[in-house]
């Protein structure tokens, strides 16, 4: 079981299902996010192969719910969502809960500070946090998770394969805005709105510098696109 909140993740989630196929004997996968724009993706992805679902809600009797009755052999949680009552119910059933490309921005580590007491009550139900850079690691450890239970491995957005050789033929005319950040967004999504119209048989990619900034973007540009 694979938890991707929204379509960063579900890049993530989909390299790691490709993996597991490929070196265990794992043949049966459920990824759950919280949008329904990520399943749908997710769905014409992978079609039949892997069963998508949206995450219940964190309440213990939805969670007990959806858990009842399954034979999860691990749940894993695709960079920041920590729900105390899936973590904690996952745990109770002695399914091993871990955090893959573990991250926690500036403003999410400032809440959880304020309460680490109960954030190191929750994460001392999850067994392992892969953490995506040296820095989140000591996030995750100032929040009370345990340093034995942490590993560094680097972000997973890049392990992903690709297929074909290194020649790559230009079919389409395309526009690229690569390294984004938060603050240049604005400026950005108005000229794509402008090249739209002027442009609007080319295509255009957009390649924020952080992946949670996806949703923002996604928000932004559905109606227009």
Not at 6 to 14: D, K, L, P, R, T
Not at 72 to 101: D, H, M, Q, Y
Not at 199 to 205: A, L
Not at 206 to 220: F, G, H, N, Q
């Amino acid at each position: 079981w694979i938890h991707a909140a929204s379509i960063g993740e579900a890049v993530i989630a989909e390299t790691l299902v490709n993996y597991l196929k490929k070196n265990t004997n794992l043949s049966h996968f459920l990824i759950t996010t919280n949008t329904y724009y990520t399943k749908d993706l997710l769905q014409k992805k992978f079609r039949n192969d892997v069963h998508i679902a949206a995450l219940p809600f964190d309440l213990k009797c939805s969670v007990k719910r959806f858990i009842n009755g399954s034979t999860f052999k691990i749940l894993i949680i695709v960079e920041t969502e920590i729900w105390p009552n899936l973590i904690w119910e996952a745990n109770k059933r002695g399914i091993p809960v871990v955090i893959v490309n573990g991250r926690i921005s500036d403003k999410t580590h400032s809440s959880y500070r304020r309460f680490s007491f109960f954030i190191k009550h929750v994460l001392s139900s999850v067994n392992l946090v892969i953490a995506q850079s040296d820095e989140h690691l000591e996030r995750y450890a100032s929040i009370g998770m345990n340093r034995q239970k942490m590993i560094c491995t680097g972000n997973l957005k890049y392990y992903r394969e690709i297929s074909g050789g290194h020649e790559t033929i230009v079919k389409d005319n395309a526009i690229t805005f690569g390294s984004i950040k938060e603050k240049e967004l604005e400026t950005i999504i108005r000229v794509i709105l402008m090249l739209k119209k002027e442009f609007s048989g080319f295509r255009i990619f957009i390649a924020p510098r952080e992946l949670y900034l996806v949703d923002v973007i996604e928000k932004e540009l559905s109606s227009s696109f």
